[in-house]
């Protein structure tokens, strides 16, 4: 729609700081309302009116399915996540979870080579609960990394593993 001035609709439906808001917001939503074809304002008008979050997402929920996805999906995805809060907690929680799938494994490795100091700390914590042998050998590389917590929790788990290896030896 060149023709339209869609910065000045856009800013008039977020500008939320204006004194004269909610005005201008109505006047935007009207304007598109008159601009939009009606199969593009049937599925986008929903979305920029004034109701609660769950009505809006009801109204357009035939034209904006959610994707099915399974539990276990969604976790293997937030382990990949951008945010490194969120890969570190998704870890944590492959740790947490009962069932054994090598994809866990995977990205439990993976994380252990994670540009995040946080992702990489409890992604050996992980990986020590669930493949041990694994941990020992990935945390000798960590020996040396440039996070001091992520170098103590290495050190924790090499000699832990190591002491193991020692005691299983004697006996």
């Known amino acids: 729609y060149p023709d339209a001035d869609m ?7 977020y500008d939320a700081s204006a004194t004269d808001a909610p005005r201008r917001r109505g006047n935007a939503v009207e304007l598109l309302d008159n601009l939009l074809d009606r199969s593009l304002k049937r599925r986008f008008l929903p979305l920029v009116e004034e109701l609660p979050r769950q009505e809006r997402l009801t109204q357009v929920a035939e034209d904006y399915p959610a994707p099915k996805r399974d539990r276990r999906e969604v976790l293997l995805d937030l382990c990949s996540d951008e945010a490194a809060w969120v890969r570190a907690c998704a870890l944590y929680l492959v740790k947490e979870t009962p069932e054994e799938l090598p994809e866990h494994a995977l990205r439990l ?20 609960a669930r493949v041990p042998a694994k941990a020992l050998e990935l ?22 593993r190591q002491a193991q290896a020692v005691s299983s030896g004697a006996a």
């Open 7 to 13: 910065e000045q609709i856009y800013a008039g439906i």
């Open 109 to 128: 490795e993976a994380g252990v080579s994670d540009h995040s100091p946080i992702v990489r700390e409890i992604a050996l914590v992980s990986l020590d």
């Open 139 to 160: 945390a000798e590389s960590r020996l040396r990394d440039d996070a001091p917590f992520v170098r103590r929790q290495a050190a924790v788990i090499a000699s832990r």
